[in-house]
Structure formats: structure tokens, C-alpha cells
């Protein structure tokens, strides 16, 4: 089935190690996003990558970053990770960026843990 | 932006009973309304979602209700079942050409059996 597939499922990281975080999806989208989810909060969105192009939300902090090598991966690299950036971190993927029936999809995130 | 709330941010109901959901937006421009379930520990799902050229859908025990004029849709679940249980996050995209979803804060829903 297509899919959006997030690896690893948990993460373990230490207060300011660099971590990457990856997506891939074999739905041919065209877009993908990056949200962030804290406990018992809405998804948050950090980014999306039309294509090639990015496109970083206002208040999204500088320590996330994110690469799109090719149509089907995804990766969110976190460069000095904090306490506070504990949260899951949810892909979704989207044909294009129209809202319509059926628009995005969410894999099953990655649960990210700052000791 | 779009603002969107969700009301109540509980709710336990018996199994068999109905349960209703309520959502708010504020972009009368917002033209397409999903709601997503995440079961815990796994990313949310879509499991109805309707435009807002249609008043109503329904599918099986799930439909979705809006009403344009007063900027809010309803989720209704009728017989519900424990497997239920779950977090329903409602989301609007607001207005122009990138316009992205903006989900509520959720409620968690308890089907007791």
C-alpha cells in the first residue's frame, strides 16, 4: 500500500547531539511537511518542501532544518536539541498544496526523547 | 491566519450512545474541513472530511455537519464502540494560495463500556 513510513519510531537523543529524523512516502507527492506535536497539543507545522522549494513557518526556530534529496524522502535534522524540543515529530504529505478532499496524510511519527 | 477551536476538549460517553464533536473557525474563506483521529502513539488519520459547497456527509457511523453562516462543523459519531476511543483533531485551511491546515487543540474521546 502507499504509504508514508517515518524511521525510527523512537528516538533517543542527549541535550545539544545533533539528530536526524526521516520520511519517505511512496504516494508520488508532491509536497511534504514537517509538524511538531507536544503532549495533549494540535500538530504543529515547522515546514514544507513544495518540490524543491522550502518553505519555513515564521515562528519555527532556526535550530530545525530540513532536506529533500528527491521526490520520496524527507529528513529533519534538529542541530542542537533542547529539552523542550521533546515532542513527536509527524510527516505528512500532500498531492499538491490545495485543500481538497482527502488532502494529507500523516505517517506515524517519530516519538523524540532530549535526556 | 485561521483560528480554529474545539469544544469540548473531553468527552466520555457510553458505548452505544452518540457523541458530538464541535469545531469552530474563523476565515469564512476556509473552504474544505477534515477531521483526523490519532489513536495513541501513532500519527492522526483522516476519517471524514467535507467541502463547503455540502451542508452534510456521512459515512457509516461517522458523518460531518457545517454551517457556513455561523463558521462551524460538527463530527458525529452514532453506536460508538470502545475502539473509538481516541484523540479527533478538526483543522481548516483558511484563505490563499498557501494556505495550509490549521488543526485545534483536539478532544480526547472515552467510549466506556
Known amino acids: 500500500d502507499a504509504m508514508v513510513i517515518q524511521n525510527p519510531r523512537y528516538q533517543v537523543t542527549q541535550f545539544g547531539k545533533p539528530v536526524t529524523l526521516s520520511c519517505s512516502q511512496t504516494l508520488n507527492h508532491n509536497v511534504m511537511y514537517w509538524y511538531q506535536q507536544k503532549s495533549s497539543q494540535a500538530p504543529k507545522l515547522l515546514f514544507h518542501y513544495y518540490d524543491k522549494d522550502f518553505n519555513n513557518e515564521a515562528d519555527t526556530p532556526d535550530n530545525f532544518q530540513s532536506r529533500r534529496p528527491n521526490t520520496s524522502f524527507c529528513f529533519l535534522d534538529i542541530r542542537s536539541p533542547g529539552l523542550g524540543d521533546a515532542a513527536m515529530y509527524l510527516c505528512?504529505?500532500?498531492?499538491?498544496?490545495?485543500?481538497?478532499?482527502?488532502?494529507?496524510?500523516f505517517g506515524s511519527g517519530t516519538q523524540l526523547s532530549v535526556l | 491566519g485561521e483560528n480554529v477551536e474545539q469544544h469540548p476538549s473531553t468527552l466520555s460517553v457510553q458505548e452505544g450512545d452518540s457523541a458530538v464533536i464541535k469545531c469552530t473557525y474563523s476565515?469564512?474563506?476556509?473552504?474544505?474541513f477534515p477531521w483526523y483521529k490519532q489513536e495513541l502513539g501513532k500519527g492522526p488519520q483522516l476519517i471524514i472530511d467535507i467541502r463547503s459547497n455540502v451542508g452534510e456527509k456521512k459515512d457509516q457511523r461517522i458523518a460531518v455537519t457545517l454551517n457556513k453562516t455561523a463558521k462551524h462543523f460538527s463530527l458525529h459519531i452514532t453506536e460508538t464502540q470502545p475502539e473509538d476511543s481516541a484523540v479527533y483533531f478538526c483543522a481548516a485551511p483558511g484563505s490563499g494560495a498557501n494556505s495550509k491546515l490549521t488543526f485545534g487543540k483536539g478532544i480526547t474521546l472515552s467510549v466506556r463500556p
Open positions: 505528512a504529505t500532500s498531492k499538491d498544496g490545495t485543500p481538497r478532499l482527502g488532502w494529507l496524510f
Open positions: 476565515d469564512s474563506a476556509s473552504n474544505y
